[in-house]
């Protein structure tokens, strides 16, 4: 009688998993969507991005910033920042990330062109960690030249 009492009690309990390992996975699908789409938005957003470490280290770049040449050298996952960016523009960056506001370079001169570049921080969980430059064109020079 124990025994299958027991054997009943494991019965539900396996049951009660199942259900827990269905709605996880269903939430981690859910997730993984979100993801996919948050990738593909960035993707093809119609600004250069370019996400930076606090390491110094190029985390991402969108199609848009993949086509930029800074200083001869193209963008490239995984590079430093000191391959791109003079001391002045490195400041920037770093005073973004410890004072938590978006800083502003001015006046980027690309492949003879300026534009100004926004360094806005992280945030959320996830500050502290690093910051997004996004590249705003001053004149009618196209991204993917």
């Keep these: 009688e124990k025994v299958l009492e ?46 930076i470490s606090v390491e110094g280290m190029i985390a991402v770049i969108n199609q848009d910033a993949g086509h930029l040449s800074i200083n001869g050298e193209n ?7 000191n391959c791109y ?9 770093v005073s973004a990330l410890e004072a938590s506001t978006t800083q502003i370079i001015k006046n980027y001169q690309m492949s003879g062109v300026a534009c100004d570049i926004d360094v806005t921080p992280l945030s959320g969980m996830f500050r502290g960690r690093g910051v997004i430059l996004s590249f705003r064109k001053k004149s009618s020079f196209a991204w993917s030249e």
């Design 85 to 93: 960016f003079s001391k002045i523009e490195k400041e920037k960056i």
């Design 75 to 81: 963008i490239e996952v995984g590079k430093e920042i």
């Design 6 to 51: 027991q054997n009943e009690e494991l019965k539900k309990i396996n049951e009660n998993l199942e259900i827990l390992v269905k709605k996880r996975t269903m939430e981690l699908e859910i997730q993984n969507q979100a993801l996919e789409l948050s990738r593909a938005i960035l993707e093809d957003l119609p600004i250069p991005i370019i996400g």
